[in-house]
């Protein structure tokens, strides 16, 4: 029992690790796991003698045991055999107990464990022998326990592979490599290994490269170690590295020059040798089939074919030119049109040619080349032929008729009646006509418009001027020809209207009146004052008459005054009777009595009155009228009669200053006294009441950025001011004497309003100042960004936000975002970050009174979603200039100065410690793409000179199932930064349905990964006035089915979230870099 013990133990030792081994040691009595199986097989144990004393071998299959066998043959069967064997699977644990110490050798050559010459051996795997460790006698005892795995019965796997550059349909646009791995798993007991792999029946020693046009077969297997043939697989690999070829085909009438004159159908044949032709494609659409073409001038076309591998043939240009139409030839007749198609003078004879497709070639005018307007003067019917022919060789003819007539009609006329004076006629007047013509005879004769037949009695009165021509039968008409005719058969009259009858004069009077004649005019007027007996002239102006009459020399007595008229054409007013004038007068020169007295000057204000003392009389005929008036004032008092009487005048209305009082007084002959006094009023000024607004630090708008001092003032001329009544913020306050001032500092916009008392109590009007006050600049707090939002809050509590410029830098300085607005701002929702990383932001606020403060490059994380990291792989537009990073700032203090280059700043900038990004890789190239959208007048797809760009025209980017858009600038151009590594469409959006695209609307680029040169891409529109045709439709469909395919496919992007910021980054590279060019225009 104790060697059974050593034996076990010591094979328990034995076999503990990795499999069996040839180890030799002693353990002690416990458990001992001897090997874990590598894989399924067979464990068997052997022994020579043994007894049953709780030896076991147990097996465990993931810690659990699964099968239990006790070593169990008799005491003292020596020289017997025990076999005892079970099935494990891989990763079972083999463990053994033992009752004494053991040793384990190796076996011996063969495999075999001999004790005391008794020989037995185990199956040809791995094995380990036992015996007792004390002795080598009688009561030695061995054991064998052998390992034997299961057999490799699974054949290897082969795999083949393909590199090379992909096209379309699985075939390889590039030559190919082919290659097989193989591997060999075993199974179910251990592999085996790979021995060997057939390609197409041979030995397969590496990759094969293929570079046979069109499909290439391959077919393989490999052999393990054991002998295992896996069935043979096969594939093929198509190579097409060759763009298919299209030839056009042109049919049509052909013309002179290379012109088509009629319509011209175009054919294109496409061949490809490999993978055959997938599409063809003419002036940007699908072709199916012969096109015709009838557009008049040169069109110009490009086409291209594509095969089923991907590969595309390089664009062909072809150009046509079709004139189907003759030219236009336009006769021009100039010269002196008549009647019924006679010309009345030379003409000259003008042709005109037009081709607006090819153009003309010749011009002919009677047989000869036309080289200008020719000249023609003979009289008659004269007929000329003319012919144009165009470049094409199309012709068209006709023909001009000229008739001539020179020579006009003559025309004679008489007069006869009874003349006055100055040409007029005082009688009836007679005229008569008489014409000839030495050509085609006399037409017509007309008199002031009228048809003459025969003499004409003219009786109208005045002057009149009668035209009269003749004109030929060819339309000639004489020179324009008239004769003045004055008639006046009644004389003229006239009145005396300055008096009245019986009224007194007296000293020189005027007299006067109106005289009158309605047909030649007023010639004269004359006075008598001694009944005809002699006559003055009067002085005459216009239709009235003026006659000074001196009484002086005449007695107070009567007077009769006569008035005669006589007309320009001689006829004279009656003097006596009938339609005769004359006025009785009465003559007077005594004038009458008055007197006036008055104090030198008063003061209404005060209380004082003026005295004024007046008398008038007249001792001969009485008093018309009197008036006592101040000189621009009132009338104080008036009357009729003779008067004496004194007047209390209190200067009511009226400023101080000197005034005039008179004392006018007038008989009833006309004769005027005045008398007139001057008396001074005096009066104190009034109040007046001024503000004034010292500001030390003017803002904009009106703002002060300082405390104001507000100086309020009071004035009067004479008098003093008393007190200051001032109103302000609410509360009435008075400070005595003329001047006060206090001084505001507190925030915000004040009035103050203000009226001056002077001594007398008077209040001036009252005026008004106003003022604003705004000592502190706008505040920025900055809480953190994420990938989608700025936690940015800029306010201004007293004179608000006037503008605001929001920027962010990446860790490589490149500017990724800018906004700039007014007003306050409570966080930024646009901002969409790249990708994640660390951002700079840097904001700049000025407010209405012009403080400023800037929150410079201030950094901050952002984790990205994957879904919006890829936007900027998809558009990114270039802003090449570099920011000016800053740190935190909330007021205007100074910090140090970084580095990094910073903006000079305005007024009250904030210098702020700057943060150095650290360096980060560049980024991969970025491929610039710029063009313009212009007016295509002529539609040939071309920008020619005088063809203006359109603004404000939208172009789309299609990537990745997404669309972003950006508009033209004033001038049409665009300009935009595309990542390299997938395929772009821009299309231009029309403006309007009345525009149509000239050239493609829709143009596709294909970028490398790496990026690539820039490319320009210009759009040309024109306008249509009908409607889109059916083909316009089915080809739109088919666009958008384009649009709609797998092909654009690329890594989601949110293009649509970069719209907004494309058109602010664009505005925001015109108009400068970033917040530097924000302050060095605000600072302006």
Not at 339 to 348: A, D, I, Q
Not at 1059 to 1079: K, V
Request: charged residues 15%; negative net charge; aromatic residues 6%.
């Amino acid at each position: 029992m104790r060697r059974l013990l050593i034996v076990l133990m010591s094979m328990i030792v034995a076999l503990a690790g990795s499999g069996i081994g040839p180890a030799h040691a002693e353990i002690l009595k416990r458990p001992i796991q001897l090997l874990v199986a590598p894989s399924g097989g067979t464990v068997t144990v052997r022994w020579f003698w043994s007894t049953a004393d709780n030896n076991q071998v147990i097996i465990r299959r993931n810690g659990v045991t699964v099968f239990t066998e006790a070593i169990n043959n008799a005491w003292g069967n020596r020289g017997s055999v025990g076999i005892w064997s079970t099935a494990v699977n891989a990763g079972d644990s083999v463990t053994v107990t033992a009752a004494v110490v053991a040793r384990t050798l190796p076996p011996t050559p063969g495999g075999l464990c001999n004790s005391n010459g008794v020989p037995f051996s185990g199956p040809p795997a791995e094995g380990l022998c036992i015996e007792d460790a004390a002795d080598n006698d009688y009561d030695d005892l061995r054991y064998g326990i052998y390992f034997t795995p299961l057999p490799d019965t699974t054949p290897p796997t082969t795999t083949a592979s393909v590199t090379g550059t992909a096209g379309s349909n699985g075939w390889y646009i590039s030559p190919a490599t082919l290659s097989l791995s193989a591997v060999d798993n075993g199974g179910p007991g251990p592999a085996s290994g790979l021995n060997r792999t057939y390609l197409n029946s041979a030995l397969y020693t590496g990759p094969v490269n293929v570079t046979a046009e069109g499909t290439t077969a391959f077919s393989f297997y490999s052999v393990d170690n054991r002998g295992n043939v896996e069935p043979t697989k096969s594939t093929s690999v198509k190579v097409d590295t060759v763009p298919p070829s299209t030839s056009p085909s042109l049919s049509g009438a052909m013309g002179n020059a290379g012109w088509y004159i009629g319509d011209v159908t175009l054919t294109l044949t496409a061949t490809d040798a490999a993978s055959g032709v997938a599409s063809t494609t003419l002036d940007g659409s699908p072709y199916s089939g012969p096109v015709t073409f009838s557009t008049q001038g040169v069109s110009n076309h490009s086409y291209f074919s594509a095969d089923n591998a991907g590969n595309f043939e390089p664009a062909q240009a072809l150009s046509l030119k079709i004139d189907s139409a003759p030219p236009v030839v336009t006769p021009a007749i100039a010269g002196p049109a008549g009647n019924g198609g006679w010309y009345l003078g030379p003409v000259t004879l003008s042709l005109a040619a037009s081709d607006t497709a090819s153009g003309v070639a010749s011009l002919l005018l009677d047989g000869s080349p036309y080289s200008g307007a020719a000249t023609i003067a003979d009289e008659g019917a004269t007929t000329h032929l003319y012919q144009a022919t165009d470049v094409a060789g199309n012709a068209a003819s006709g023909s001009a008729t000229i008739q001539i007539d020179l020579t006009p009609p003559t025309v004679a006329y008489l007069l006869s009646g009874t003349i006055g004076d100055d040409g007029w006629y005082v009688s009836p007047v007679t005229a008569t006509l008489a014409a000839s013509d030495s050509a085609s005879g006399i037409g017509s004769l007309t008199l002031d418009g009228s048809a003459y037949t025969g003499p004409i009695a003219i009786s109208t009165q005045g002057d009149s001027l009668h035209a009269y021509d003749a004109t030929d039968v060819a339309g000639n008409t004489s020179s324009s020809q008239s004769f003045s005719l004055k008639i006046d058969t009644i004389p003229p009259t006239s009145s005396l209207t300055s008096h009245g009858v019986g009224q007194a004069v007296s000293g020189t009077v005027t007299l006067s009146g109106s005289a009158s004649d309605a047909t030649s005019g007023l010639a004269r007027v004359d006075i008598s004052i001694d009944n005809g007996a002699t006559w003055n002239a009067a002085t005459v102006n216009g239709g009235l008459w003026s006659y000074l009459l001196n009484t002086t020399s005449l007695s107070d007595s009567p007077l009769t005054v006569s008035v005669r008229a006589r007309d320009v054409a001689g006829n004279v007013q009656p003097d006596s009777g009938a339609g005769s004038t004359s006025v009785a007068l009465l003559v007077d020169n005594t004038v009458p009595e008055a007197a006036l007295s008055a104090p030198p000057s008063f003061c209404p204000l005060c209380g004082e009155t003026a005295a004024l003392t007046y008398s008038v009389g007249d001792a001969t005929s009485g008093i018309a009228s009197w008036t006592l008036t101040v000189a621009g004032g009132p009338t104080l008092a008036s009357g009729s009669s003779p008067a004496s009487a004194s007047f209390a005048w209190d200067g009511a209305g009226l400023a101080a200053g000197p005034y005039t009082v008179r004392l006018t007084a007038t008989d009833t002959a006309g004769n005027t006294v005045e008398r007139s006094e001057t008396i001074a009023i005096t009066l104190p000024g009034s109040p007046v009441a001024s503000i004034e607004l010292a500001c030390s630090l003017p803002g904009d708008d009106g703002w002060c950025k300082a405390p104001v001092t507000v100086i309020l003032r009071g004035q009067v001329n004479g008098i003093s001011i008393v007190r200051l009544n001032y109103l302000y913020e609410d509360d009435l306050k008075i400070a005595n004497g003329g001047t006060f001032s206090f001084d505001e500092g507190r925030p915000g916009e004040h009035v103050v309003r203000l009226t001056a008392t002077d001594s007398l109590g008077r209040v001036s009007p009252q005026v008004a100042g106003a003022f604003k006050v705004d000592g502190a600049p706008p505040s920025i707090v900055f809480n953190g960004g994420t990938d989608s939002a700025l936690a940015i809050e800029i306010a201004d509590a007293t004179s608000g936000v006037a503008r605001w410029a929001v920027q962010v830098f990446d860790e490589s300085g490149q500017s990724v975002f800018w906004r700039e607005g007014s007003g306050e701002l409570k966080n930024l929702s646009s901002w969409s970050a790249p990708a994640d990383g660390t951002y700079y932001l840097s904001v700049f606020a000025r407010d209405a009174a012009g403080h400023e403060i800037s929150l410079e490059h201030v950094p901050f994380s952002v984790d990205v979603p994957a879904a919006v990291e890829v936007v900027r792989d998809v558009l990114l537009l270039l802003l090449p200039h570099t920011p000016t990073p800053t740190a935190i700032a909330s007021s205007p203090t100074p910090h140090p100065t970084a580095t990094r280059p910073t903006p000079t700043p305005t007024r009250e900038a904030t210098a702020i410690a700057a943060v150095q990004p650290p360096s980060v890789p560049v980024a991969p190239a970025l491929v610039p793409v710029i063009g313009v959208v212009f007016h295509d007048v002529n539609g040939d797809g071309v920008q020619n000179a005088g063809e203006a760009g359109l603004g404000n025209v939208t172009i789309e980017i299609v990537a990745g199932g997404e669309t972003t858009s950006l508009v033209t600038d004033s001038t049409g151009a665009y300009h935009l930064m595309l990542p390299g590594g997938g395929r772009y469409r821009l299309r231009v959006v029309a403006p309007g349905a009345t525009w149509f695209a000239t050239t493609s609307s829709e143009q596709t680029l294909l970028l490398d990964r790496v990026g690539g040169q820039g490319t320009a891409i210009p759009f040309g529109l024109n306008r249509r006035e009908v409607a889109l045709t059916v083909t316009l439709l089915v080809l739109l469909a088919a666009v958008l089915a384009w649009l709609a395919s797998a092909a654009f496919d690329r890594r989601p992007a949110a293009l649509h979230s970069l719209a907004g910021e494309l058109q602010m980054l664009t505005q925001s590279r015109l108009q400068g870099d970033g917040i530097a060019g924000w302050r060095r225009r605000w600072g302006q």
